[in-house]
DNA sequence: TCGAAATGTCTATTGTTATAGACAACTGTA
DNA sequence: TACAGTTGTCTATAACAATAGACATTTCGA
């Protein structure tokens, strides 16, 4: 692991931006567990071929983001480390699918909204034409920390009210069964990657150039009807998804 | 859709590069479709707030990479346009999944080697400590562009020779089959997205900044023994997966 | 208590990025 | 043929990113 070159001059991208992504997923990876902290920065400069100066402006960042903390005299101290895996399948359920990896999660209702389906989503909910839908946008947290922020459709007037029910649970599973839907099972996940945009920022608490990523999801009931189509967006530093067939 | 604003000063990414990968999404949406060129650039200048310059300095990132090509009093015209579709299930093959999307496919072998198996792979593919494996570096194409790098781990002496027979087909299912394997079925993936590396840049033909759709995947034999366990790279303005379940 | 090793702060200089304005060159249409 | 609308090129300036070096401050251990 001599000269990790890796870095790209006038890429349009900034050195000391390339070098915190870097860091922030070696964290994630494990790479620094053995010591819990990030090597000295003139180790880091050697490493990646910069001043010492363009490492402090990326370990600067990290710490914005509360990823790290230095502490003179000692190094520079990693304080979160996760990448949260989210298993898809038939029975994809956003809070059991976490299980045992975060001891408190949350749900919250950003805002709802009743409207006019579009002709995307009524080819995808089976609806009819001039058929009407509740938005839900809401953000999920984990000990506190966002990890997705989602927008989803739901059949009106079946699910009319849902939006009462999510923001008293925070689970969309609860939601559903307040509603009557005691079953659903996830018919199919689009999953695809792009740059962290400004609600993303925001919400999910991410620097400019961070990756989020997107799913298209859509669940149906046990008699294969759809119930619900979801855009979600993940930090792509903090979440995983794994596919068992 | 009027001041679009949505682009970030002094985060560490250029102006010119995030409006590159802004256009190169749309243009991948389709939202260009009913002109089949881009807006102006004093258009797209106004919506993003920034200078002509600095739009000319994005469009001429998005010509580099033969996605637009500009004419002179004419606009800027959209040459490519594509995001393959993926699914990944049970059977999931790579060109059998590409269907119809691709005239062509290529899979080309771009480094082979046997070494020692890692404590990962030894876990992933149920292997005995000290066990050796092949390593397969591929890249594989789609109509001539490249849509995914991959390192594939094969346990050996089963397919110690599968490196041959890959580099005759092009192909993993036919490389198996030449070996007797004549049917496999993939037991996990795991989807992780991060930015472009160095390698990825030229082998995906991608720029600085890019980003790039990571796959973990493991493949078994009917009996679940695990075959093969690989790390694909996939440029994520071209691809997208599906999960159908 | 001293020194090595680490982060913190300051000044100065250079190269890249972004803005600004002006005008040339080319295309299609009235 | 004239003109509106588009991309191409040039010059100049300001803001940001990166390098370089020096030295202060803090912590830990010999």
């Not at 209702?109 to 034409?129: F, K, M």
């Not at 989602?150 to 969309?172: K, M």
Request: proline share 4%; hydrophobic share 40%.
């Amino acid at each position: 692991m001599a000269t990790d070159s890796s870095v790209q001059r006038q890429s349009g991208v900034a050195l000391w931006r390339q070098i915190a992504d870097r860091i922030r997923g070696a964290i994630a990876n494990g790479e620094y567990d053995g010591t819990g902290r990030v090597p000295p920065e003139m180790a880091l400069a050697a490493r990646f071929g910069v001043n010492r100066h363009t490492v402090r402006s990326a370990l600067a960042a990290l710490a914005q983001e509360d990823i790290v903390r230095p502490i003179q005299g000692i190094g520079t101290m990693i304080v979160r480390k996760e990448r949260l895996n989210f298993p898809i399948s038939r029975r994809t359920r956003f809070i059991e699918g976490l299980g045992a990896q975060a001891r408190e999660t949350e749900g919250l209702l950003l805002q709802s909204r009743e409207e006019l389906a579009s002709e995307d989503l009524i080819r995808r909910l089976e609806l009819a034409e001039g058929s009407h839908v509740v938005r839900l946008e809401t953000l999920r947290k984990a000990d506190g920390r966002p990890v997705s922020r989602a927008t989803a459709w739901f059949p009106v007037p079946r699910f009319a009210r849902i939006d009462e029910a999510y923001q008293r649970s925070g689970s969309i599973t609860q939601a559903f069964r307040s509603l009557g839907l005691s079953d659903y099972t996830r018919v199919s996940t689009e999953v695809t990657a792009t740059h962290a945009d400004a609600a993303d920022m925001k919400d999910l608490e991410l620097s400019a150039g961070a990756i989020v990523l997107v799913t298209r999801s859509l669940n149906a009931d046990p008699g294969g009807k759809p119930v619900q189509f979801a855009i979600s967006r993940f930090p792509a530093d903090r979440v995983q998804f794994t596919i068992e067939n």
